[in-house]
T-cell receptor, first 111, second 116 residues
Framework: SQQGEEDPQALSIQEGENATMNCSYKTSINNLQWYRQNSGRGLVHLILIRSNEREKHSGRLRVTLDTSKKSSSLLITASRAADTASYFCATVRGATNKLIFGTGTLLAVQP | DTEVTQTPKHLVMGMTNKKSLKCEQHMGHRAMYWYKQKAKKPPELMFVYSYEKLSINESVPSRFSPECPNSSLLNLHLHALQPEDSALYLC???????????????FGEGSRLTVL
C-alpha cells in the first residue's frame, strides 16, 4: 500500500518554466526522499530531507518539508526537456526499513 | 562503483516455467530490496534483506522466492507465475542504517517480466 500521495498526477510545462510537485503522507517519518524515473528505467535518488529539516537545495532542486501538515514539495527551477520523467516521493513506514513510494507525478517538459 | 546490475533485462516465461532474476552490487551495502512496478504505478515493496537475512516480506505469494547468497547478490526465484505478475522488477540496495532510518536507495534498471 502507498504511504504518500502526490499531486498533480501529471504536469506539462514549457522549457525554462518552474515545476512544483507536492507530496502528502500519513504517518510520522524520519526522512522523506524524492526519486526520478525515466520511462521504463530504474529510479534515481534526487534528494533526502530529514524530519528536522525544513528546506534543502541541490542544484536546480528545492525541497521543502512541513511535518505539521505531513507534506513536502519538490521545485525544479528552469526546467529542461531532459527533466521529463516521473517523480516520486518516498517515506519510511514506522520503525522499519520499508521505503514506500507515493503515487508519483508525471512531468512533461516541452522544448 | 555505484551500480546495481540486474539480469536479465527482459524475460518471457510460461506459467509452468521456473526462472530467476539476479541482482548484484559492489558498494558494500548491507540492505537489498525487491520492488515490483506495474505500468504507470509506483514501485511496490516486496522483500527487504538486511545483512543477508530476510527482514521484510510484504505478504508476497510463495511463487516468488527471494534468496541472498552473499552480501553482494540478491536473487528472485520465480515459479508458477500468473499473467498478472507481468511487471518491471526492480532491485535496490542501501547502507543499512538501522530501523526507520533508511537512506538513499540505489536502483538497478530493472528486469521486465512477461508471463504468458
Amino acid at each position: 500500500s502507498q504511504q504518500g500521495e502526490e499531486d498533480p498526477q501529471a504536469l506539462s510545462i514549457q522549457e525554462g518554466e518552474n515545476a512544483t510537485m507536492n507530496c502528502s503522507y500519513k504517518t510520522s517519518i524520519n526522512n522523506l526522499q524524492w526519486y526520478r524515473q525515466n520511462s521504463g528505467r530504474g529510479l534515481v535518488h534526487l534528494i533526502l530531507i530529514r524530519s528536522n529539516e525544513r528546506e534543502k537545495h541541490s542544484g536546480r532542486l528545492r525541497v521543502t518539508l512541513d511535518t505539521s501538515k505531513k507534506s513536502s514539495s519538490l521545485l525544479i527551477t528552469a526546467s529542461r526537456a531532459a527533466d521529463t520523467a516521473s517523480y516520486f516521493c518516498a517515506t519510511v513506514r514506522g520503525a522499519t526499513n520499508k521505503l514506500i513510494f507515493g503515487t508519483g507525478t508525471l512531468l512533461a517538459v516541452q522544448p | 562503483d555505484t551500480e546495481v546490475t540486474q539480469t536479465p533485462k527482459h524475460l518471457v516465461m510460461g506459467m509452468t516455467n521456473k526462472k530467476s532474476l539476479k541482482c548484484e552490487q559492489h558498494m558494500g551495502h548491507r540492505a537489498m530490496y525487491w520492488y515490483k512496478q506495474k505500468a504507470k504505478k509506483p514501485p511496490e515493496l516486496m522483500f527487504v534483506y538486511s545483512y543477508e537475512k530476510l527482514s521484510i516480506n510484504e505478504s508476497v505469494p510463495s511463487r516468488f522466492s527471494p534468496e541472498c547468497p552473499n552480501s553482494s547478490l540478491l536473487n528472485l526465484h520465480l515459479h508458477a507465475l500468473q499473467p498478472e505478475d507481468s511487471a518491471l522488477y526492480l532491485c535496490a540496495s542501501s547502507q543499512d542504517l538501522g530501523n526507520a532510518n533508511t537512506g538513499e536507495l540505489f536502483f538497478g534498471e530493472g528486469s521486465r517480466l512477461t508471463v504468458l
